[in-house]
Nanobody
Framework: QVQLVESGGGLVQAGGSLRLSCAAS????????MNWYRQAPGKQRELVAA???????NYADSVKGRFTISRENAKNTVALQMNSLKPEDTAVYYC?????????????WGQGTQVTVSS
């Protein structure tokens, strides 16, 4: 069982910044991709940013140039630096990771952290 715990959400004014963090724990052998998703009220969950174990990244068009994903493989952590935030970035942000733990593949989700951007 791999658990993901997020932190760093909150309320910020438009144009401000927030940094989200996520730590994975458990009998982890390897984590392949670590991702950040978000879900706004009434909308489907969408991929915001992804990073592989080798550091390759991918971003949603709506956040390119504003958000930066990073990870520390040795600590099994991933972060999302969010700059120039907009009201449309308001959502619950979820950490997601997949890999191998305890001899099995896993795909785990965090509990979510609320990000609210006021105009």
């Amino acid at each position: 069982q791999v658990q993901l715990v997020e932190s760093g959400g909150g309320l910020v004014q438009a144009g401000g910044s927030l940094r989200l963090s996520c730590a994975a724990s458990g009998n982890i052998f390897v984590i392949n991709t670590m991702n950040w998703y978000r879900q706004a009220p009434g909308k489907q969950r969408e991929l915001v940013a992804a990073i592989t174990s080798s550091g390759s990244t991918n971003y949603a068009d709506s956040v390119k140039g504003r958000f930066t994903i990073s990870r520390e493989n040795a600590k099994n952590t991933v972060a999302l630096q969010m700059n120039s935030l907009k009201p449309e970035d308001t959502a619950v942000y979820y950490c997601n990771a997949n890999g191998t733990a305890g001899g099995r593949t896993f795909a785990s989700w965090g509990q979510g952290t609320q990000v609210t951007v006021s105009s």
